[in-house]
């Protein structure tokens, strides 16, 4: 039986082959999100950062705001909270500067769950804060319930 991270493994190789960066990029965003999710984190993480170099390259601004996140959320879990929030703040920034509402809330929502746990939590009630207030006024309620939760912490 073929694991996901089998298929995506095909995928970016098949992309590759048939000169499709823009499919092998994802593909391979998606082989280091199976190897985030399996709990192999220094796997996810170069993967991860490959696949953030390639939709740099490609200026898939989406793309990359998408695995600055994922890359922040492994070392968050690897318990490296500056360098995740490093990572929160670059994918901020790009999501900012390119009018990705969703994304700016999970970057922010991102940056709020690590203030918590750095105990920075005035600055993690001012990131949940403008969090929430961007999917409210989206009417995105979906998106309002992880604010929330940084609030309740």
């Known amino acids: ?46 993967l991860g950062k490959e696949t953030e170099h390639r939709a740099r ?3 898939a601004v989406y793309d990359q705001v998408l695995w600055l996140n994922n890359i922040g959320l492994v070392y968050y879990q690897m318990d490296q909270l500056s ?20 994304l700016v809330i999970d970057s922010l929502t991102n940056l709020a769950f690590t203030s918590v746990q750095n105990g920075r939590l005035i600055e993690a009630q001012q990131y949940s804060e403008q969090a929430f207030k961007l999917a409210h006024d989206r009417n995105d309620r979906t998106s309002e319930l992880y604010p929330l939760l940084v609030r309740a912490r």
């Open 57 to 59: 390259e490609l200026d």
């Open 1 to 46: 039986m073929t694991k996901p991270s089998e298929w995506s493994s095909v995928a970016n190789k098949k992309a590759q082959a048939h000169g499709d960066s823009q499919l092998a990029e994802i593909a391979l965003g998606n082989l280091a999100w199976g190897y985030y999710k399996m709990g192999d984190f220094e796997r996810s993480l170069a």
């Open 83 to 102: 360098t995740a929030e490093e990572y929160y703040r670059q994918s901020l920034n790009l999501a900012q500067k390119n009018d990705t509402p969703q």
